[in-house]
């Protein structure tokens, strides 16, 4: 072993005693305070064995009972000879043969898994970043095509959209959008969640695009206008294309932005991860357990997303 | 072909007018080449960039097969494929394959389809002797190479008149051969030519007429003949003595 990867290795050392130490510093902290950690009783929330009634939906009796391994079918019968077939598990079993039954009565149950409020909410924030993201970036696009473009209304609405998204708190800009324009307009919560995010996005979004644009050489746009390209054609074969792989990754950076200001909706009682997390508390008190929970829920959902930026940004490196 | 009548560009900036074209009046007939020369900032360049609408005129017209681009009701887009240009700096398209490159303009604007624009690019590809880099990006050509893929491009619209603005200035020495004789090719076939360039050796071989621009101004033009051995005016004499 050579002197500097023996260094290496010492750095490295040291880098786990300093987190080890925070770990533990924090781990006394929370020690010092009686708090009881209950890891266990989190994975609930994510998913539940929920157990579903069967219930006879008129009065009548039971005609047959048959049980082939893990299913027990129920024939039963009304008073008018209808008939009506139910399956359920043969140990939640509650009725037997020739047994009459009132409207409601129930047979038995059947144990399903189904998603708790920490996997709905993520879920929610997944959708709400995702359309959020989709038409920020449209309206970022069209936003920076008219930064550029040589009309100055254009021009100058563009200026004004953005300097009021950038110079307003975006917890605000929700609360018009939820309050004001949700209450002129008739617009759900989600929509005007989503209509929020999207257009505080697109804002930024815009520069982006705008510093993009502006970073390609004048000489390429020469190129194509003098091979007789119209404007359009330039922008959409030649000036476009380098610029998007150019800000990619800033853009990448606004948009796991995006996905940790959608937490800001749950202000206007969207359940989306962070709301989840807060009715979850009510309900546990295991306060520590579901705030590091969701934060690391987040991190899960903005490094999948830069690790997807980074592969289309090696995809569209061939021609460098 | 081209006609200039009193072409005027002037540049504002900082409270300045810099006239960088002043009263240039030309006349370029078909097949005919044309060589500009001059000390650098002598609005050379930017006579070149006017005539095909890449720098707006101030005043004046020019003529380009009988169209006037200082005519507003005149559609740029349509004189200009007629026009090629090769630029200093090659300006390929960084982001596509060379022969998308010259494909990519066919199928845009002469509305060429595929196979007939890829036959076209093969064939000039194979005429500037580079076939074997079509599926190559720009980036991995050499300055040389990429020039003649410039060229290459601007040959594919077919166009009536080649402008080349320093075409050799940005290369190497040993590749500047490469791109001349590709030049040469083309005025041997008859091609209307105007090059801008600091290449004596190719103004004195190929040229038709020599223009020598000094400040704006057209100083003095003539055969090469007449201009390397028997110059009129002093601007000329001194500017020949500092390159020759």
């Known amino acids: 072993m050579n002197s500097s990867s023996k260094n290496i290795w010492s750095w490295r050392l040291l880098t786990f005693v300093i987190l080890f130490l925070i770990a533990s510093s924090l781990w006394i902290a929370t020690k010092k305070i009686d708090y009881t950690w209950r890891w266990n009783r989190i994975p609930q929330y994510f998913f539940y064995h929920a157990e579903i009634f069967e219930n006879i939906p008129f009065d009548g009796r039971v005609l047959s009972i048959k049980t082939t391994g893990d299913v027990s079918t129920v024939v039963l019968v009304s008073e008018g000879g209808e008939k009506e077939t139910v399956r359920v598990e043969p140990k939640n079993l509650r009725v037997s043969t020739d047994e009459d039954l009132f409207e409601g009565d129930s047979i038995g149950s059947n144990r399903e898994w189904k998603a708790g409020p920490l996997t709905m909410g993520l879920l929610m924030t997944l959708w709400l970043s995702a359309a959020a993201s989709f038409f920020g970036l449209i309206i970022g696009l069209v936003t920076g095509l008219c930064r550029v473009s040589k009309n100055p209304t254009l021009r100058s609405l563009s200026v004004l959209y953005i300097e009021v998204i950038r110079g307003t708190p975006l917890l605000v800009q929700i609360f018009i959008f939820y309050f004001f324009l949700g209450t002129v307009l008739d617009i759900s919560r989600n929509v005007a969640g989503i209509s929020a995010l999207a257009i505080f996005a697109g804002a930024y979004v815009a520069e982006i695009i705008r510093a993009g644009i502006q970073s390609i050489p004048k000489g390429q746009s020469e190129a194509a206008r003098s091979l007789g390209m119209s404007a359009t054609q330039n922008m959409v074969h030649i000036v476009m294309p380098q610029a998007l792989k150019r800000v990619l990754p800033p853009l990448a950076g606004q948009f796991i932005s995006l996905v940790k200001d959608s937490s800001l909706v749950s202000v206007i009682a969207i359940t989306d991860l962070t709301k989840s997390g807060r009715e979850v508390i009510t309900s546990t008190f295991a306060t520590f357990e579901i705030w590091f929970t969701v934060a690391l829920l987040y991190l899960l959902l903005t490094s999948v997303l830069s690790q997807l930026i980074a592969w289309v940004e090696r995809r569209l490196a061939v021609s460098d | ?244």
């Open chain 2, 1 to 244: 072909m081209i006609k200039t009548v009193d072409l005027k560009k002037t540049f504002t900036g900082r409270g300045q007018t810099v006239y960088a074209v002043d009263g240039v009046s030309v006349n370029v007939s078909s097949g005919e080449v044309v060589v500009i020369i001059g000390p650098s900032g002598s609005g050379k360049s930017t006579f070149l960039r006017c005539l095909n609408g890449l720098e707006t005129l101030t005043d004046g017209h020019i003529l380009v097969d009988g169209i006037d681009l200082a005519d507003r009701k005149t559609d740029l887009n349509k004189v200009r494929r007629e026009v090629g240009m090769v630029f200093q700096q090659f300006n390929l398209f960084p982001h596509k394959k060379v022969i998308e490159n010259i494909v990519l303009a066919q199928m845009t604007v002469r509305k060429r389809n595929r196979p007939e624009a890829e036959a076209k690019a093969r064939e000039l590809l194979k005429k500037v002797g580079i076939s074997e880099k079509e599926q190559e990006y720009p980036s991995r050509l050499s300055g040389g190479q990429q020039q003649r893929v410039a060229i290459a491009r601007a040959l594919a619209m077919d166009p009536k008149i080649m402008l080349f603005d320093e075409p050799t200035s940005a290369l190497d020495p040993e590749m500047v051969g490469e791109v001349l004789d590709v030049m040469k090719n083309l005025a041997r076939e008859g091609m209307t030519m105007v090059v801008v360039t600091h290449e004596m050796g190719f103004a004195r071989e190929v040229a038709d007429r020599v223009l020598f621009m000094d400040q704006g101004k057209l100083v003095e033009e003539g055969t090469p003949e007449h201009f390397f051995t028997e110059p009129r005016e002093d601007r000329t004499k001194l500017f020949l003595k500092q390159v020759l």
